[in-house]
């Protein structure tokens, strides 16, 4: 099935350490949303985004809508443990049936 | 908690049989999403049902189909299980039909052995 770019796949960091990834696409989005999901749970909805350009931020986390709307950022700022787990991009499709697509997620690990 | 609830959480069956997962959206949400997803991968759209009616399909198998009832709760049923479809489950839910923002169930995870 389709699946956006996501990367990297995982990463290890130090704690207090600031994080980036992104989702990258060949195809242009409506919007962008950025879930957390820990083991063997359902994603959580961290942020959404609607605009080109649009920056938007939930507590130490901040994501971004590229201005070519093929492509989205999340930043998480000193991390913590508890920042443990795969987040996933997804990005909405402009036409059609408007689905979205989820990115293969980022893993990611912090090192107390 | 996302206020979108699954049952059950477990369910273990044998090749060949067929399973029925469940989903109730939201308060007020009118649109259920149904996705599927394999160990350690990405999630894979399957439905879309929006006031009871299918409004999108993805990668749904025809051995899977899915409704959503008047009262908005989904279900999900898959037949003639095979070992490639153990996976987890899980249902969205959405204020409207162009879904601005998809809230998450908990999974049902699905093993058949």
């Known amino acids: 099935g389709q699946q956006l770019n996501q990367s990297p796949q995982s990463m290890f960091i130090q704690e207090g350490e600031d994080v980036s990834m992104n989702c990258t696409s060949s195809s242009i989005f409506n919007t962008w949303l950025w879930y957390k999901q820990d083991p063997g749970e359902g994603p959580v909805l961290l942020i959404a985004?609607?605009?080109?350009?649009e920056l938007t931020s939930n507590g130490r986390l901040t994501a971004q809508f590229g201005i070519t709307r093929k492509d989205s950022f999340l930043n998480i700022s000193a991390s913590i443990p508890s920042d443990v787990g795969i987040y996933f991009c997804?990005?909405?499709?402009?036409?059609?049936?408007?689905?979205?697509?989820f990115g293969t997620g980022t893993r990611l690990k912090v090192l107390a | 908690d996302s206020g979108v609830t699954q049952t059950p959480k477990h369910l273990i069956t044998a090749t060949g049989q067929r399973v029925t997962l469940r989903c109730s959206p939201r308060?007020?949400?009118?649109?259920v999403y149904w996705y599927q997803q394999s160990l350690d991968q990405g999630l894979q759209f399957l439905i879309q049902y929006y006031n009871g009616e299918e409004r999108a399909k993805g990668n749904i198998l025809e051995r899977f189909s899915a409704q959503q009832f008047p009262d908005l709760h989904s279900e999900l049923n898959l037949s003639s299980l095979e070992l490639g479809d153990s996976a987890l489950y899980f249902c969205a839910s959405s204020v409207d039909r162009i879904s601005s923002e998809q809230y998450f169930g908990p999974g049902t995870r699905l093993t058949v052995t």
């Open positions: 985004l609607y605009k080109a350009g």
């Open positions: 308060s007020g949400d009118l649109s």
């Open positions: 997804a990005g909405q499709l402009t036409s059609g049936t408007y689905k979205y697509i």
